[in-house]
C-alpha cells in the first residue's frame, strides 16, 4: 500500500529529488544558525513513545520538539502542487503525511511537549528566532522587571 511508484517521467523524477534536497538545506539553515547562538539540540532524534518518527531538531531539556517541514511533502498551503502521474497515489501519500504530522503533534501535546513547525520556505532566522526564545523562555537575558 505505501509501496513507491517508480517515477513516471524525468520531470516527476526530478521533483522528488528537489523536494528532498530542499528539505534538508532548510534545516541544515535553521540549523546552523540555532547552533551558532549556542543552542543544543538532538538532530533527526527519534520521538518519546514514538521511536519511527523523527524531530529534526529536539530540545529534550526544554521539551521542545521542532519539525522544519518540506513544501512539497507536507502539503504547504502556498507552495503544495500534486502531481498528475500517479495522482491517487499521490494524494493518498500527501495526506498520510498531514494525517501523520497531525497525530504526532497531538501525541507529543499530550506528554507535554512544545511542538513547533516551520516550513522550509519561511526565513531561517526568523524561525530561529522563535525557536531561541521558546527554548530558552522569553525572560532569560531580558533586562528590568
Ligand atoms: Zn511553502
Known sequence: MDEKPVPSSPAVSDRMSVARRRDTAAEMLVRREAHRRGLRYRVDSPLPG???????????????????????????????????????????????????DRDTDRRLDEMGWVVLRYWEHEDPVEVTDHIEVTVRGPTRGGSGA
Open 50 to 100: 514514538m521511536p519511527r518518527r523523527r524531530a529534526d531538531m529536539l530540545f529534550t531539556r526544554a521539551m521542545v520538539a521542532v519539525f522544519i517541514d518540506g513544501c512539497f511533502w507536507h502539503a504547504c498551503p502556498i507552495h503544495q502542487t500534486w502531481p498528475k502521474a500517479n495522482s491517487s497515489w499521490w494524494a493518498n501519500k500527501l495526506l498520510k503525511n498531514v494525517e501523520r
